[in-house]
Nanobody, 125 residues
Framework: QMQLVESGGGLVQAGGSLRLSCTAS????????MGWFRQVPGKEREFVST????????EYKDAVKGRFTISRDNAKNTVYLEMNNLKPEDTAVYYC??????????????????WGQGTQVTVSS
């Protein structure tokens, strides 16, 4: 089993920034592709961003391109999501996830084997 713990969420005004962190334990972090998803009450969890094992490839949801940056530090077993120019519509619980093989597309929930508990991000207008 891999345990994932998110941190860094909070309340921020529109236009502000936050950096989310997700620290992994229990499995070899560098063997896993990592993703960030988000969910608001009453809606399905949606893909935000993903980064491959060696950080050589990243993907983003169109709505966050140019504002969010995903990165990873394999020495610290941590993946980050730097969020800039935040908008009220970015308000959600943000989850990190890990995938050993990415058998399915990295933008899909089913591609991931392990999930964190989530961290709340609230952007006020």
């Amino acid at each position: 089993q891999m345990q994932l713990v998110e941190s860094g969420g909070g309340l921020v005004q529109a236009g502000g920034s936050l950096r989310l962190s997700c620290t992994a334990s229990g499995r070899t972090f560098s063997d896993h592709a990592m993703g960030w998803f988000r969910q608001v009450p009453g809606k399905e969890r949606e893909f935000v961003s993903t980064i491959r094992w060696g950080a050589t490839s990243t993907e983003y949801k169109d709505a966050v391109k140019g504002r969010f940056t995903i990165s990873r530090d394999n020495a610290k077993n941590t993946v980050y999501l730097e969020m800039n120019n935040l908008k009220p519509e970015d308000t959600a619980v943000y989850y990190c996830a890990a995938s050993r093989l990415l058998i399915r597309p990295a933008t899909t929930i089913s591609a991931y084997d392990y999930w964190g508990q989530g961290t709340q991000v609230t952007v006020s207008s």
